[in-house]
């Protein structure tokens, strides 16, 4: 089995939406993982790390899975025509085309999202519909060859997800067991259903500020 796993880089992306899935993805047997942006510069993470494509969008080769975090850099990928031609260039010879939290949108301005079954972080999930999407409240969904993930940290589980159906359940738990990946975490905050209601309240006021204006930005994207 040889794959080609694409993972699409623009500024202000949301590392661990990259590295979470990268980790899990580039242990498929046989896989050949790609880094494409629009040159080979690094490229500016959301927590200062900078990031190093592989190749750029001219040079990729075809994706047999392309994958599109998030970030609050969105906005601008949404808006640019050469991020959004690579993505439909690169989705419609791919055999699986997925995103990571709000790189949902991506695939949504590129016309990739009508009528599917989607889901992204939970802020943001009601806005699905403006680019088409069916939002669904789940850490990761599939919608044929279509898979999204929730936010951030579902990434990983969105990876080990889709190489359980490439490669076997087998494979994927050798993987996980590798990767020690056994999550415990300290508080059960890590859901807005689940989080105390002081601390559910800040963070969506937190992205409350955030969401008028992207709700716009989406509109002025998909008006254009």
Not at 136 to 149: E, M, N, S
Request: hydrophobic residues 45%; aromatic residues 8%; glycine residues 10%.
């Amino acid at each position: 089995m040889s794959l080609s796993t694409v993972f699409v880089l623009f500024p202000n992306v949301t590392q661990l939406d990259f590295t979470g899935p990268l980790q899990v993805l580039h242990r498929l047997p046989g896989a050949a993982t790609h880094v494409a942006a629009k040159t080979l510069a690094p490229v500016p993470s959301d927590c200062g790390v900078a990031l190093s494509p592989t190749t750029t969008f001219t040079d990729c080769p075809q994706a047999d899975i392309l994958c599109v975090p998030g970030g609050f850099g969105v906005s601008q990928a949404m808006a640019d025509p050469e991020t959004i031609a690579f993505v439909k260039r690169q989705a419609a010879g791919a055999r699986y085309v997925t995103s990571v939290c709000t790189g949902a949108f991506v695939l949504g301005a590129a016309g990739l999202l009508q009528g599917k079954r989607a889901t992204t972080h939970w802020a943001y999930r009601h806005l699905l519909d403006k680019v088409g999407a069916i939002p669904v409240a789940a850490r990761v969904v599939r919608d044929g060859a279509l898979v999204t993930g929730g936010g951030v940290t579902a990434g990983i589980d969105f990876a080990f997800t889709l190489m359980a159906e490439i490669a076997g359940p087998e494979v994927a738990q050798n993987i996980q067991l590798a990767l020690e990946y056994d999550p415990q975490p300290p508080f059960s905050a890590g859901a807005p259903e689940r989080a105390p209601e002081a601390v559910r309240d800040r963070i969506t006021a937190f992205y409350g500020a955030r969401l008028g204006e992207f709700a716009a930005e989406i509109d002025a994207v998909l008006k254009d």
